[in-house]
């Protein structure tokens, strides 16, 4: 039997069969558990980018656990005959365990984006929960001969949960190097998600983040920087999807 027996594959990344209750209730296990783990959510951008990077999707696919951000992904499943539940977007799950760390007592390390954003988050929430434990916080910005201290610092703090903001795929490649030595029972790579939190980026409605158009709405506030993402890079996906569809048709492995 499979460690992970709700545990999916779609399109060569795994992904756990799980819903945001579901999720939260295991991530509760993996804290109580005291042991490292790390987790991961996917997108048809990180898809695009692990089938491109073997060493990440490696790390992708052995993360304790995986959640689909990502409506692209979610239709895929099902459209291969695996269906996963539902989306658990990594904002949603992140707002969540804010509030469940003040409730249980879990301590919370910051990590990543500009010295303000990263600060008006923990004032955020330290606000909005009185109880919140912040075991420490940090930019993400830092010279190569600075990282072992960034490290250090992480694992004296003797933090629950570790919440890693900076781009991909250099989050999942500082927590696959770092984590056994961190030992941090719970690290989640949250992207763009503290500039979401202090208001400099602004969320799509929620009518386009059901309906899949959230990363359009992500294009019109940032064309420039995004426009080669999401027009270019990610167009691999639907190529990724439509050999796995005529596989499944045929009965061929890609």
């Known amino acids: 039997m499979s460690k992970h027996p709700r545990r999916l594959t779609v399109l060569g990344c795994e992904v ?4 945001m209750t579901e999720t939260l209730d295991r991530i509760g296990e993996l804290i109580a558990s005291g042991l490292p783990n790390q987790h991961v959510v996917i997108n048809a951008d990180k898809v695009v980018k692990a089938h491109a990077d073997p060493e ?40 969540n365990l804010m509030r469940a760390s003040a409730e249980r007592g879990w301590r919370v390390y910051f990590l990543g984006a500009k010295e303000d954003v990263v600060k008006g988050v923990v004032d955020k929430f330290t606000k909005l929960y009185p109880a919140l ?30 919440f890693v903001a900076i781009s991909s795929p250099k989050k999942e490649q500082f927590l696959g190097r770092y984590q056994a030595q961190m030992r941090v029972p719970f690290a989640m790579g949250v992207g763009g998600t503290f500039d979401v939190m202090v208001g400099k980026t602004t969320r799509a409605p929620v009518w386009m983040q059901k309906t899949g158009f959230e990363w359009f709405y992500r294009f019109l506030q940032e064309p420039r920087r ?28 890609t």
């Open 56 to 95: 990440l999707k490696q790390i992708i696919n052995n993360c304790a656990l995986i959640n689909a951000d990502g409506m692209p992904v979610v239709w895929a499943s099902k459209l291969l005959g695996t269906p996963l539940k539902e989306r658990v977007a990594g904002v949603d799950l992140f707002e």
């Open 16 to 19: 756990d069969n799980l819903s």
């Open 226 to 253: 995004m426009f080669r993402r999401y027009f270019v890079e990610d167009m691999y996906f639907f190529v990724l999807l439509a050999r796995a569809m005529l596989a499944r048709l045929t009965g061929k492995t």
């Open 133 to 162: 434990q912040v075991a420490g916080y940090r930019n993400g910005y830092w010279k190569a001969d600075e990282e072992q201290g960034v490290v250090d610092a992480i694992t004296t703090s003797k933090t629950d949960l570790l």
